[in-house]
């Protein structure tokens, strides 16, 4: 026998023996002893014939029996109640048990649903109001409890509601029943196991401070089928398999703020047309995740810290990059339409075979880093920021794409840090500048040249442009260049509007080394100084036109084929000169 049944049965003896003093006014235990159940005022349905009074404790310990007890008294009065081994209904009849112990946990407070180790306890409230400090579902290790509200139930706490303190218990708000809190905890001690479920259009549950699934244990919070569970204090889903599953239509959770993983492998799962409504920032620590899948989510910042945004579809809060991961399920597409700020270092991975497209503006310190490592990564507006005459380019963002297969595409021009591609790796790493069909219009990308080598770019260019390469969007390439008669993609360092050097990437005519957009005399003097040249810096600002690394006639013939012509479509008549100049420098090669 444990302690605790041990302490439970002395009290029972104590005041059966007190039971002889009808006028004592010490506090016992009243034990009810009818398994038929019946009227809480019946003095035969206890032992030694006493009803529990105001000062009183009242338990229900039969060893196994299920029945319902009425509440005739519009408001009954006891010190605390506890369910040890039974299955009790309380019928309350629309009237009110009160209880009123001031005791907490780790203490037996005013309401326990199984106690002590051995306990296998229910409770189903209808038809009435509970009013107590505080209450507890399985409280010791090995115990076992449930309490189950419906019909109109209503339970009120001027305290915390714990649902498995240390051992496994459970919680349902069903049929129009509602709980009122002042703190949750579910799942509180390492070892316990805790699980919340209200359900249906009419239940609720609304809470004053802390609101904590899995403190140390592991809990469960489901709203579903319209149900509304809201906190006017944090929400913080925190312990090893602890979840908060938000699911179908009208179904709601709000809280003030929410913290996701901050001491475990948190997850909250919003899907099925469920409501998540925080009001403050939501915040994703390293293990935990945040899902959204044919959902909404309302907060006023989401907070990467090291955790996973898993959604698909719309998301317009604003987000604050610490770092951590945007996961988006095969075949879905997730707009993140908020402002993006990300701190220094941080690193924000894209994951899944799905499309993340950014489209509210960019704001990266040094350092932060997108890595696309699934699906695709669209980015419709700038990371950086262009340079103008009287203001140096801004460009903090690097991207990385691979090693898995992953690509990134542009609807926007872009100054970066820094571009990796893995494009010599399996599977297909793909960057894609994307130039409209708008005659003349381009994609163009600025990269800091001291971060980013001139041949690891071009490698990544040839990758996909070279003559017969196995996958023409294996590397950096642009899908809009058939739009552009006679174009191809350049790459040169070259002085930006400030006059600092950069790296530029763009689509141009077939011929312009210097990415002016126009194939001209000083295009052709690049070439020919550059001529017979060869290796893995040699690129298309040297002459390279056909992706092969070296500068031969073939790229002589390209140039010359384009001479004059530009870009956007108009050319200008070759002069005398010119024409001898390509002509005698032909007639060398020739020979």
Known sequence: MSSRRASRLFALCAAAALNFFPSSAVAVVRRWSN????????????????????????????????????????????????????????????????????DHLPATP??????????????HLINGTLNSVDGVIAKDAGSFGSATLSIG???????????????????????????????????SAPGSIGAVTVTDPGSSWSNLGPFIVGPFGQGALNVQNGAHVSSSGAVSVRGASSSANITGANSMLTADTLDVGPTGSG?????????????????????GTLRMYDASVATSQLRFRGGTFSAYGNFTPNISNAGGTVDVPASQILSLSGDMVSDAGALLAK?????????GSQTHAPGAIFHARGGQLVLNTNAGTPATAAAAAVSNLSIIVGPEPAAVILNADQNLHALTLNESLPGRQSFNLSTPDTPSAFRSVRID?????????WAA?????????????????????????????????????????????RPTRIGDLNLDGAVTISDFIDLSSNFNASGPNITWQEGDLNYDNQITISDFIDLAANFGASYSGPATPISDSDLALLNDFASTRDA
Request: net charge negative; aromatic share 6%; charged share 15%.
């Open 35 to 102: 398994p038929a159940g019946g009227s809480f005022d019946l003095t035969s349905n206890w032992s030694a014939g006493v009803v529990p009074d105001p000062a009183d404790t009242a338990l229900f310990d039969i060893i196994g029996a299920t029945y319902t007890l009425t509440f005739p008294s519009i408001t009954t009065t006891n010190d605390r109640v506890i369910i040890g081994r039974d299955n009790v209904t309380f019928d309350i009849l629309t009237h009110e048990y009160r209880l009123t112990t001031i």
């Open 461 to 505: 260019i040839a990758s996909a442009n070279r003559a017969g390469a196995p996958d023409p969007q294996d590397g950096i390439f642009d899908s809009g260049l058939p739009s552009h008669p006679n174009s191809r993609l350049g790459l040169a360092r070259l002085a930006d509007a400030h006059g600092d050097s950069s790296f530029l990437i």
């Open 153 to 187: 139930a209503q339970w009120n706490l001027s305290n915390a509601l714990t649902i498995a303190y240390a051992g496994q218990g459970q919680l349902r708000i069903d049929n129009s029943a509602d709980v009122a809190s002042r703190g949750v905890n579910i799942g």
């Open 351 to 359: 994951t899944g075979a799905g499309a993340a497209i950014i489209t």
């Open 110 to 123: 005013s309401v326990t649903v199984g106690e002590v180790a051995g306990d296998n306890a229910a409770l």
């Open 267 to 287: 997850v909250v799962d919003v899907r099925n047309s469920g409501f998540l409504n925080v009001t403050g920032p939501a915040s994703l620590y390293p293990l």
């Open 449 to 457: 040249p001291a971060q980013t080598t001139r041949a690891s770019l």
